[in-house]
């Protein structure tokens, strides 16, 4: 993300400078003024019932990865309604009373979220999550757009883990997991929402697809200035080299070239795929080529062999040649470079 912002500095152009904290009304610290009218703009309150006073290691971490998401989520929202109200270029069809209003209810709510898990994490005497600065790779409404949909998929991908860990831990923990299904009903509203002015229908499957929280870590770290922040590696997870999709595939069977972000031996890895709630699929890559620190590679997308949803599928590669997983833990553990984030229309 560096090396784009010096050829546009050698080009003579200003590089957007990173998004950073607090926002102009305190957030992430708020004053009972401020929250309240975080309140209003977001059609509602925290939970006002007992939170929890101790929690698991597990749970500690699952709140963690929730609200440093969420504020990786408010700070996107903030920059994507500012590019629009200051008329940035290219967020022209963003101009919209309807549009503007929603966006601004959603930075709210995203800032209730943030306040949600950190509020539990503070209760029980735990780190709470502080924000980092960002920069994000989009520079149009449309794919700004497209953008926070597919990040959303991700994130309901894997919500319903963090719903798993409460229910697991138990104790006052259990109180969570219809807490953080609200979270996630109120994803999903936003994301048929994104889906629409993209001409997707507007709910793109039956059962959409799972994750893993290492996958979600991943994914914001992308978005992260190296090195801006003050303790996301209390959350005690490491991303992946990325792995990304060289092109967009289709519903159908096609051989797909991938980049990843590293040496992949070839005959010695494995693409695995996950979509919707079905086992994993594994196919063997080929054509392996590495330079500049770089691999691409091609692989079979089987999108036709029926374990495939439309929407988001992610990829991940893992060592040694004809591995199979009967779960996405059991992929998240044995990856090497990964998610990369596909999305079928
Ligand atoms: C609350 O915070 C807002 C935003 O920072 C500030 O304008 C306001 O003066 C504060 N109110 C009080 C009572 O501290
Ligand atoms: C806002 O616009 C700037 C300048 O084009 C761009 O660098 C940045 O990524 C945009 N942010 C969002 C969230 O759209
Ligand atoms: C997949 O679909 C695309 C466009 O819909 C088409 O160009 C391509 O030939 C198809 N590939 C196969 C293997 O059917
Ligand atoms: C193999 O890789 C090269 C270079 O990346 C590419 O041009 C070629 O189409 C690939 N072949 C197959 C069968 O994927
Ligand atoms: C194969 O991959 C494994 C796991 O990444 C690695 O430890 C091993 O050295 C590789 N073997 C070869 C022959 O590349
Ligand atoms: C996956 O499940 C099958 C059937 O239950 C089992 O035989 C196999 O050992 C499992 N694989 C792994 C990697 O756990």
Redesign the pocket.
């Known amino acids: 993300m560096r090396s784009p912002s010096l050829l546009l500095a050698a080009a003579g152009l200003a590089a957007?400078a990173p998004f950073s904290y607090p926002l102009p009304n305190g957030f992430p610290s708020l004053n009972a003024t401020a929250l309240q009218q975080v309140y209003k703009l977001a059609g509602g309150t925290l939970p006002n019932g007992a939170l929890p006073s101790s929690l698991k290691p597990s749970g500690v971490q699952t709140l963690q990865l929730i609200a440093a998401n969420e504020l990786f989520e408010v700070a996107?929202f903030t920059?994507?309604l500012q590019?629009i109200t200051t008329k940035?270029e290219?967020y022209e069809e963003g101009r919209d009373r309807y549009i503007i209003d929603t966006l601004k209810a959603v930075i709210a709510q995203e800032e209730v979220h943030v306040l949600s898990a950190n509020g539990v994490l503070a209760n029980a005497k735990q780190t709470t999550i502080q924000p980092c600065k960002y920069d994000?790779?989009?520079?149009t409404f449309r794919s700004?757009i497209a953008l926070v949909q597919t990040f959303t998929d991700v994130v309901l991908g894997v919500l319903p883990l963090a719903q798993s860990v409460f229910a697991a831990d138990g104790g006052d923990e259990a109180a969570l997991v219809p807490i953080v299904g609200s979270i996630i009903d109120q994803e999903g509203e936003q994301n048929g929402y994104y889906r629409s002015p993209q001409r997707k229908v507007a709910s793109a499957a039956p059962l959409l697809t799972g994750g893993a929280p290492q996958f979600a870590y991943s994914a914001i770290s992308q978005f992260i200035v190296p090195g801006s922040c003050p303790n996301i590696q209390a959350i005690g997870l490491n991303a992946f080299p990325a792995l990304s999709v060289q092109c967009k595939p289709k519903a159908n069977d096609s051989m797909v070239t991938f980049s990843a972000d590293g040496v992949v031996g070839a005959g010695n890895a494995t693409l695995v795929y996950i979509s919707g709630q079905n086992l994993p699929v594994s196919v063997p890559i080929s054509n392996a080529t590495t330079a500049g620190g770089k691999t691409t590679f091609s692989a079979l997308f089987p999108f036709s062999s029926g374990a495939f949803n439309r929407g988001l599928t992610i990829g991940a590669v893992v060592g040694e040649a004809g591995q199979k997983f009967n779960n996405t833990a059991e992929v998240a553990a044995a990856t090497l470079f990964g998610p990369a984030l596909i999305e079928v229309d």
């Open positions: 957007a996107y920059e994507l590019n940035v290219g994000f790779p989009v520079t700004a």
